[in-house]
């Protein structure tokens, strides 16, 4: 849908839940692989959850160029949210395949302390291989690497949290 100009959220919920979708405001990540779509699924973000979000931008039609990349990564950032932005958009040119944004956003989510303690990048590494090939494991180590070196060069904003990670 979402390359035909519409809009997917898909839910996973972990846990003893009552049902599958997730209640607004208390999700704790929320992974978006476009800026707006992270801007419309914030609203499924507890205070201080994690916002991952790849840097592609698709402006929607009749927007007249009233919305950018930059004023939206601003808007990104003054979320109340630990909000990590990566560049996916030079993994997939990198690795010549634009299909590979969503393992690169798997490898960002990877790279955040609960998730990558539950799931190693090394297992993710090894299964994403045999199932999926050797493209797909470098789109998910690269957008790893790329959350790793943000979340800890204090790259990742939580103004609004006390503090700028």
């Not at 790329?146 to 939580?158: F, L, T």
């Amino acid at each position: 849908m979402a390359q035909r100009m519409g809009s997917v959220e898909m839910f996973v919920r972990i846990g003893d839940v009552d049902a599958p979708l997730v209640p607004l405001a208390s999700a704790d990540y929320v992974v978006a692989l476009e800026m707006i779509e992270a801007l419309r699924a914030a609203r499924y973000l507890r205070r201080c959850g994690w916002l991952l979000a790849s840097n592609i931008f698709i402006p929607p039609p009749g927007s007249g160029g009233t919305l950018n990349r930059e004023r939206v990564a601003e808007a990104l950032r003054a979320l109340p949210a630990k909000t990590v932005i990566v560049d996916v958009r030079s993994i997939a040119r990198e690795l010549g395949d634009p299909r590979v944004v969503n393992m690169a956003m798997l490898g960002v989510l990877l790279a955040t302390d609960d998730i990558g303690s539950l799931v190693s990048v090394e297992v993710a590494e090894d299964v994403v291989r045999t199932m999926l090939g050797e493209t797909n494991r470098k789109a998910l180590l690269a957008g790893y690497t790329q959350a790793r070196e943000k979340i800890g060069s204090g790259g990742v904003y939580a103004e609004s949290c006390s503090q700028r990670l």
